[in-house]
């Protein structure tokens, strides 16, 4: 019951993020995991790594059916991407809120998207958008071993 509780506890305060091929190969990775250290996230899972299409398209599935998944599979295997785990109270909400809207061109001014993104789609960041989903896309990219709290 105890070790119940504190699961639950642990998974809706994290996050899954990304930082993007764009914002890499731009050499912003330093620039946003500050952003990300001075809005108040504890690291608990950090790697370079790199998404072949298939596996671009697998994170991505519940986007097939839109006009833009070729576009976007293409773009998030291109290049190298950060992946990590982050923690913090309301991880979801919160990361998103840091982030801003998908579009740089309407996300709130000084959001991670309004400084850095290029465009609608290349916009430098992903974030989970449910604890649910965090989990599943964290265990996507880590093993249990590479979080850690
Ligand atoms: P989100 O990343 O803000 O949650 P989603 O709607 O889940 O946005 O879309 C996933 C990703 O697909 C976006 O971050 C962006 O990279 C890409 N994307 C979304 N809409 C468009 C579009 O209209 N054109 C091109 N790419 C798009
Ligand atoms: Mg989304």
């Known amino acids: 019951m105890f070790l119940l509780g504190l699961q639950k506890k642990i998974m809706s305060n994290i996050t899954f ?3 993007k091929p764009d914002a890499v190969e731009r ?13 108040g996230f ?17 994170f991505y599935s519940v986007h097939s059916e839109r006009p833009f998944f070729d576009e976007l599979t293409k773009y998030m295997s ?9 923690e913090k109270e309301n991880a979801v ?7 801003g809207d998908t579009d740089p061109s309407t996300a709130e ?9 290029i465009s609608k ?12 989903n965090a989990k599943i896309e964290a265990q996507f990219h880590f093993s249990g071993r590479e979080i850690l709290f």
């Open 17 to 19: 993020i990304m930082i």
């Open 27 to 39: 050499g912003l990775i330093g620039n946003i995991l500050k952003d990300i250290n001075d809005a």
């Open 42 to 58: 504890n690291v608990r899972a950090l790697k370079l790594t790199k998404l072949s299409i298939d596996e671009a398209k697998t």
């Open 78 to 86: 291109r290049s190298p991407i950060v992946a990590a785990v982050l």
């Open 93 to 99: 909400s919160e990361f998103r809120k840091l982030i």
């Open 109 to 117: 001014k000084g959001t991670i998207r309004s400084r850095y993104a």
């Open 121 to 132: 789609g290349e916009n430098s960041v992903h974030g989970s958008d449910s604890d649910e």
